[in-house]
């Protein structure tokens, strides 16, 4: 049973690139959430992606941007990095709109370091 | 928006003896309240769940219960193990299906 897989696992970047993250949601799921952890922290939610569209967005910057594709896999983009995006972003998958009764499935992330 | 606040944010307790982690939440139209466990290096996994149609939930040792008037839930963890160390995040989510984590409780489990 393939879960949540996201690539790459580890990534260093310079302050102001670009940078693309990528994440395939567990096998039977549509939703793809994503979230950034900072170090000591709670998962904050960044956006949801529900049928190819941004169905809800949190507290970020438009620096921060996604995608979804038909077969349900899932882009993160950020823009002009910050030292403060350092941190583990974490994509998490689930079924359809409105079923949380089964709660998310984390992939295990990748760790973005910006120097 | 939702806001959900857990403490503590440290808790350390003897092997085989009871640990309770307690959260509130602000929106009245959450319905699910999920506990996530996180273990050093690897992804939050999910434990165990509550719906607001439930006021406690039970599984082996873990135990979730919901005060909805009050805005609160907790998990109890008893005869608690070694491999219970970790950390653990409460969460809450209304009719949107967007999931609202708290910012966690370290646990520690001493011999």
């Known amino acids: 049973d393939a879960g949540v897989t996201q690539s790459p696992t580890h990534l260093i970047k310079t302050r102001g690139q670009q940078v693309t993250l990528r994440c395939s949601p567990k096998s039977g799921h549509d939703t793809v959430s994503w979230y950034q952890q900072a170090l000591g922290q709670g998962p904050q939610f960044i956006f949801q992606?529900?049928?190819?569209?941004?169905?809800q967005r949190g507290n970020f910057p438009d620096r921060f941007s996604g995608h979804q594709f038909p077969n349900y896999s899932s882009e993160l983009n950020v823009n002009a990095l910050l030292l403060g995006d350092s941190a583990l972003y974490l994509c998490?998958?689930?079924?359809?709109?409105?079923?949380?009764?089964?709660?998310?499935?984390f992939g295990s992330g990748t760790r973005l370091t910006v120097v | 928006g939702e806001n959900v606040e857990q403490h503590p944010s440290t808790l350390s307790v003897q092997e085989g003896d009871s640990a309770v982690i307690k959260c509130t939440y602000s929106?009245?139209?959450?319905?699910?309240f999920p506990w996530y466990k996180q273990e050093l290096g690897k992804r939050p996994q999910l434990i165990i769940d509550?719906?607001?149609?439930?006021g406690e939930k039970k599984d082996q040792r873990i135990a979730v219960t919901l005060n909805k008037t009050a805005k609160h839930f907790s998990l109890h963890i008893t005869e608690t193990q070694p491999e219970d160390s970790a950390v653990y995040f409460c969460a809450a989510s209304n009719r949107d299906d967007k999931i609202i984590f708290g910012k966690g409780t370290r646990l520690h489990i001493l011999p």
């Open positions: 929106d009245s139209a959450s319905n699910y």
């Open positions: 509550i719906r607001s149609n439930v």
């Open positions: 992606y529900y049928e190819e569209e941004e169905r």
């Open positions: 998490a998958s689930s079924l359809g709109t409105g079923l949380t009764n089964y709660g998310y499935t």
